[in-house]
């Protein structure tokens, strides 16, 4: 069975641009997160999707960022205008149940020039 | 509002040693405790993870991590360690309510470098 799958590996753009993230998770798992880890903090939690509904997007930094996740499958995790604050490693994780294992994809490392 | 902390970002060891990462954490409720390992170029996996009955939880590699209550802490302990468990170590709370949310609340990490 295949794991969580985060495209692309890493990304180096330009401050203004537009960048793409996305994440397969594991078929079947409803549950779908983005967390986030900057240099030198901590991972911090982004959103979380059930199916193709946002449950809780609470950590999303501002209004940059914008998550989709249509049919409820995988999930896009755009970021137009890119700023430098915005470089890190994006981690997506999904789950069965809401209270079962998550498991995490590789995640995306995005620098910000 | 819950938050963790892990008090050594580094932590050397020499091989065959044992070793202890250290977890303590704040929360107003009760809450689930996790243990994550991310080895070189590889994703989070989860480690270990108490949700509750025996504050004493193992991993399958001979990690083990014990919930102290009084305390409010979750250190990760292995008595003898390999150059394999070279990785960063993450703890993670997740709080215990109803709903469905289960966002993770994590430490900074503990590089541990094992040394021949």
Request: charged letters at 20%; glycine letters at 6%; hydrophobic letters at 35%.
């Amino acid at each position: 069975e295949a794991g969580v799958t985060q495209f692309p590996s890493h990304s180096v753009i330009e401050k203004g641009q537009t960048v793409t993230l996305r994440c397969d998770p594991i078929s079947g798992h409803d549950n779908l997160y983005w967390y986030r880890r900057v240099m030198g903090k901590e991972i911090k939690f982004l959103l979380h999707f059930v199916k193709e509904s946002k449950q809780d997007e609470s950590g999303m930094p501002n209004n940059r960022f914008l998550a989709e996740r249509t049919g409820g499958t995988y999930s896009t995790l755009k970021v137009q205008p890119a700023e430098l604050e915005d470089s890190g490693v994006y981690f997506c994780a999904s789950s069965q149940e809401v209270n079962t294992e998550a498991f995490f994809g590789q995640g995306t490392r995005l620098t910000v020039v | 509002a819950q938050s963790v902390t892990q008090l050594d970002s580094q932590v050397p060891v020499f091989e065959e040693a044992p070793v202890e990462l250290r977890c303590n954490y704040s929360s107003s409720v009760s809450v689930y405790l996790f243990w994550y390992v991310q080895y070189p170029n590889q994703g989070l996996q989860l480690l270990l993870k108490y949700l509750s009955g025996s504050t004493l939880v193992e991993s399958i590699n001979g990690f083990e991590a014990e919930f102290n209550k009084s305390q409010t802490s979750f250190h990760l302990r292995k008595p003898s360690v390999h150059i394999s468990d070279t990785a960063e170590y993450f703890c993670a709370v997740s709080a215990l309510r109803a709903g469905n949310n289960r966002k993770l609340i994590w430490g900074l990490g503990t590089s541990l470098a094992v040394n021949p």
